[in-house]
């Protein structure tokens, strides 16, 4: 068992997209007797004038069951999370869970995860943080990090190999 | 009274946001909070919450459990950072067997998630717990004849039901902290609109766009700047300004703040002290400090 196998997005992981099904189901079951396609997600999604992205057809197509068409759109990848739909719903519904989930369940099947997703998770699990601390310039360009700033060492996991032993977990649940 | 808490570094403030980490580190300590620095922690997952919300939900938890395990409750001044550590928090409090399949993992690392630790934001701390009276006893050198326009961040406002620092749709406690520090605010339409700093991994123009046109209002409206309380959005707002108004054509020239480098400004700190040089905006235009 390797690390690879939560980076490796081209192998499809059956046991984790029966579970993230599973949850679609569950949210499917939920939301098709309670939206009544008001529409008031999409008012105030953040995404909406700028990619399109319409909260409240996602539920209609979730509840007609489209979900291998959801998870082969784009459109999934345009949500920003600012939860703004999932906060003023009248019928309690989350799009934004249910885009969440979508996009999971297209990692887990395999799909081409889009923009640099892949590389920030490559970094997380082999550092345990999204990047490196960074030399940063300042406004007359004179270049400093954390030491030249009297900044204490950088806070992460301190034993690397203990810290993937954990993630792997994940991945041999296949969860 | 001093308050104690375990400072959680998380990824964007620790490796490059140094302006906030510094504002914080010099500031807070003025108000009799005392910051406690633990090794170890990792990024708190939400940045891949899209990829795998299971890994979103450990990694929480695992630097949760750091902290209990140093009987500190968690400071976390990044409002995503927030967000994934009160979520996790929230649904492993309600899911029992959820906490002990995460806890069966986090064994590897001989650590547990128990969830009796408090998660606090720069926000909360500063207004509920210190308070709008004790701060005001600290104002030594009044922000005076300055307009700020605020942005809260998504992730701290919402989702209200896993509870926020703030009111979802009319948050004012960043109004009533720069309010005693002697500097004004004033509404405007676009206070809750997002920076889109999210779509940085897989749509960068979006989010420049994004954070565009929220800093073309600010700037139409005659604020004399820009105060946030999250590295994503400052870096958006503040690095990437340039950028993001060649993206809506817009020349635009807004000072952008860190709420702690205002805090430590109206505290008589010096600017060098509270990472200045590191704001990008043209900060400096306003001469305070």
Redesign the interface.
Known sequence: MSITD?TSMGEPQVELKKEINDRLSKLQDEVSDYCYQCAKCTSGC??HK??ELEPHKIVALLKQGLIDEMVNSDII????????C??RCPQKI?PVEIL??L??LA??GGKQ?????TS??QS?LSI???????S?T???M?T?T?DD?G?????????PA??Q??????AV?K? | MKKKLALYTGCLMSTEQYGYELSVRESLPLLDVQLVDIAGFSCCGEPLKSVNQLLTLYLSARNLAIAEKHNLDVFAPCAMCHLALSECKQVLQNNPDMKTRINEMLAAEELTFEGNGEIVHTVDLLHDHIGIEEIAKHVKKPLKGLKFATHYGCHLIRPSEIGRPDDSEHPVKIEAIISVLGAETAKYPEKLDCCGGILQINLDESALTKSGQKLKAVQNQGFDGLVDVCPWCHKMFDARQVKAGETVAAKLNVPVFYLTQLLGLAFGVKKEKLGLDFNISPVDKLEIG
Do not use: H
């Open positions: 939560l953040e995404a700028l990619l990848w345009t949500c920003m999370s600012c939860f703004k999932r906060e989350a969440f989930a996009k999971n990692v887990a995860v889009p923009g640099k997703y920030v998770l997380v345990g943080l999204i990047q490196d601390a960074q940063v300042t406004k007359d004179k400093k954390r700033l900044l204490p060492p950088l806070s992460k996991p301190d034993d203990k810290f032993a954990g993630l792997m977990k994940i649940e969860v």
